[in-house]
């Protein structure tokens, strides 16, 4: 069966510091991969998505950046982190357009 | 940019009692989804309805889909105590990607 494992699951960090989360999926080959990042009591907004390796579309301008060094792992990284960027990240893949999607535990970060 | 709206952004009923909510989207779509998130936990998918299709039902849930007004609506059955969460609406394009919409909490009460 298909699992995605995301972490560490809290996280705080001062202001200036780099960051870098983790996700990584099992039982499945060439997913889609997505981060998302929610603040608290609202939506989800898309930050970055990938087709492949390599491949990474970035959806908002911001001090976040995103890798896919290997099929089914997708690192979401900062080389310094703002106040603004705290909020509760989630890692999500899927098998295309028809398909829903699974999604990780998530990553609450709080930057002081 | 989020796509869908859910309404209303709060509801609170009684266990056994029915739950609706509704969504609102602006442009066209392949599929809309519905997904519930407990409080500080990833997301859930419940079930997908394809652009083509009307309605669809999967165990208490029954989602509807209009897409001449598009809409939707998510209507949870006999609802109980563990289905108080968050419930979003997101809706895929011609794209592999997802958007979002704000979501409905709902709280039931035993």
């Known amino acids: 069966s298909q699992t995605i494992h995301q972490w560490p699951a809290t996280l705080v960090q001062p202001v200036g510091s780099p960051l870098s989360l983790e996700c990584t999926v099992e039982?499945?080959?060439?997913?889609?991969l997505y981060w998302y990042r929610q603040a608290a009591g609202r939506g989800l907004q898309l930050l970055f998505y990938?087709?492949?390796?390599?491949?990474i579309s970035s959806e908002v301008p911001q001090n976040l950046s995103a890798s896919r060094p290997q099929d089914r792992q997708f690192i979401l990284s900062s080389k310094k982190l703002l106040l603004s960027d705290s909020g509760f990240y989630l890692c999500?893949?899927?098998?295309?357009?028809?398909?829903?999607?699974?999604f990780g535990s998530g990553t609450r970060l709080t930057v002081v | 940019s989020q796509q869908g709206e859910e309404d209303p952004q709060a509801l609170s009923i009684q266990e056994g009692e029915n739950a609706t909510m509704n969504c609102s989207y602006k442009?066209?779509?392949?599929?809309l989804q519905w997904y519930r998130q407990n409080s500080g936990r990833g997301l859930v998918h419940l079930i997908l309805?394809?652009?083509?299709?009307r309605e669809k039902h999967s165990g208490r849930l029954r989602v509807t889909l209009d897409t001449s007004k598009k809409s939707s609506s998510l209507l949870i059955t006999a609802s109980r105590a563990a289905d108080t969460a968050s419930y979003f609406c997101?809706?895929?394009?011609?794209?592999?990607?997802?958007?979002f919409g704000t979501g409905t909490r709902l709280q039931v009460f035993p």
């Open positions: 997101a809706t895929a394009r011609n794209t592999d990607k997802l958007i």
């Open positions: 039982g499945t080959s060439n997913p889609n």
């Open positions: 442009t066209s779509i392949n599929n």
């Open positions: 990938s087709v492949g390796i390599g491949q």
């Open positions: 999500a893949w899927s098998l295309g357009i028809n398909y829903g999607y699974t």
């Open positions: 309805i394809r652009s083509n299709e």
